[in-house]
């Protein structure tokens, strides 16, 4: 018998919050995450939406509104920010419009006061900016700032899942656009969730793994023809380029469209990376022993242990392509860019691209804005990089809206990779819904011979 009943609680920002009344429009970098995100808005009763799709008025207006030393990602954002603004609703009162910031070695901290230039200069110069920083985190959120913070740590992490899941059932799904759908209800599923979830942080976990088991179910009954054949690539890169198939011209599908899978580096891997960061300049800076040590710590604590809880669930599914921890990363940046004396998202594309190569992926590419600092470095240490991992083909793309013959390059790209398979040095561990091979149990083999063999025709998994 239960002597204490739990009994789900709301909260919700007071009318005097500085966010009341307030519309944040926040940039659409990743499809699915962005939604999610803004269900944390919503949850704490702030009206959230991502930015509208881009599109060519997003290219034209961001063009117009910059000299060319800006980074492409800077321009999509202006592009879809002034977009909002030409639309008849819009209420500059009312809107907020989110761009984070952090301090660092390369071009992200300008984006604000560029963004905020521009806005001045079209005479939107009252429009609100909601800028997190890395160290002071979420502090406009006032008294909600940690259960915000967590909450949207949950929210990434989630949707990292939900793009794992569609990323490794698409290229193998038999019925066309089957993947996209189950992940478009899984989003919608998990908003609605996260939304009316509970203030309590283990009532609210249990109701997002739910979600998360739900959208698993729809991922593992899609009817998929699963092949070992099919080339692994890994996707390394500048965060909003790689994730933004708008800005990347849709890379992903089109490798797909060539027969291969993608494992996507994912959001959440940054943000370790930026917390492990955070420590860094503490030991640096003398401050080992403080207060702030001490949050960075705790907090690096509790997210693994959220993200832990979240992928109980996804074991079978994700078994042999496991996301690392953010030092496994860093250990192996290490002998490219020794540390701590090489900081940024450079280190993330050597580190992941390393542990992609020795997790049996067939090649890599790097996707980065032209002329990106992180991109660049990472070109130049790539080709050593692979010497060193039994030659894998590793490959840039960098984009700027004036990509020529991107089809062109991921041919030649993808029939390298079909010869490095041939003398790989270390192999690929397949989940468990992989063809086996010629070990078909007995009584499933005497019922349908072609059972999960591979070449068979028939759907691995989905369809029995
Ligand atoms: S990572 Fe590259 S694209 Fe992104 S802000 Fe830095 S320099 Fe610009």
Redesign the pocket.
């Known amino acids: 018998m239960h002597l204490f009943r739990h009994r789900c609680v709301r909260h919700q920002i007071a009318p005097n919050h500085p966010l009341a009344g307030k519309v944040v429009y926040i940039p659409a970098m990743a499809e699915g995450s962005v939604e999610i995100f803004a269900s944390v808005f919503r949850w704490l009763g702030i009206e959230a939406y991502p930015t509208p799709p881009s599109d060519a008025r997003t290219r034209e207006l961001g063009n117009k509104y910059t000299s060319g030393d ?5 321009k999509i954002t202006v592009g879809d920010f002034l977009k909002i603004i030409e639309g008849r609703s819009f209420d500059s009162a009312r809107a907020v419009f989110l761009m984070p910031t952090a301090d ?8 604000v006061p560029f963004i905020s230039r521009v806005l001045q200069d079209i005479g939107y110069g009252d429009v609100q900016i909601l800028s997190p920083h890395g160290e002071r985190g979420y502090s406009d959120m006032g008294e909600f700032g940690v259960p915000f913070v967590r909450a949207t740590w949950r929210a990434l992490a989630s949707a990292d899942i939900l793009r794992k899941l569609l990323l490794q059932t698409r290229p193998y799904e038999t019925v066309s656009g089957a993947a996209d759908l189950a992940f478009q209800e899984s989003v919608r599923d998990f908003c609605q969730t996260l939304e009316s979830s509970c203030f309590d942080y283990d009532c609210q976990l249990k109701a997002l793994v739910a979600a998360l088991v739900r959208a698993r179910s729809r991922f593992r009954g899609i009817a998929a023809r699963y092949d070992r054949e099919t080339p692994l690539i890994g996707v390394v890169g ?4 790689r994730l933004n198939s708008f800005s990347n011209d849709d890379l992903v599908r089109r490798l797909e469209s060539f027969g291969a899978e993608c494992w996507m580096s994912d959001i959440t891997e940054w943000i370790a990376y930026t917390n492990q960061e955070e420590v860094r300049d503490f030991r640096l800076t003398g401050r080992a022993f403080s207060p702030g040590m001490l949050r960075s710590k705790l907090r690096s604590h509790i997210q693994r242990a959220d993200m832990k809880a979240l992928l109980v669930p996804f074991r079978e599914d994700f078994g042999g392509c496991e996301e690392p921890e953010i030092e496994e990363l860093i250990d192996l940046a290490t002998p490219y860019l020794p540390y701590p004396g090489a900081e ?2 450079m280190v993330v594309s050597i580190g992941k691209s390393a542990y992609f190569a020795k997790h049996g992926a067939d090649g890599i590419v790097d996707i ?2 032209f ?5 660049i470095v990472s070109e130049a240490i790539y080709p050593k990089l692979s010497q060193d991992y039994g030659g894998i083909p590793i490959r840039n793309f960098y984009f700027d809206s004036t990509q020529s013959d991107l089809d062109r390059d991921l041919e030649i790209h993808l029939e390298l990779t079909h010869s490095y398979r041939q003398k790989k040095r270390y192999q690929r561990h397949y989940p468990s819904h992989f063809p086996t091979g010629y070990c078909v149990p007995l009584h499933l083999a005497e019922a349908d011979p072609n059972h999960n063999k591979p070449g068979s025709d028939k759907p691995t998994r989905g369809v029995r």
Do not use: L
Not at 238 to 241: A, D, K, L, P, V
């Open positions: 800006e980074c492409y990602p800077a660092g070695p390369c071009r992200f901290g300008q984006y500048e965060i909003f380029c940024g998202e980065s804005p002329t990106c600092m992180n991109g």
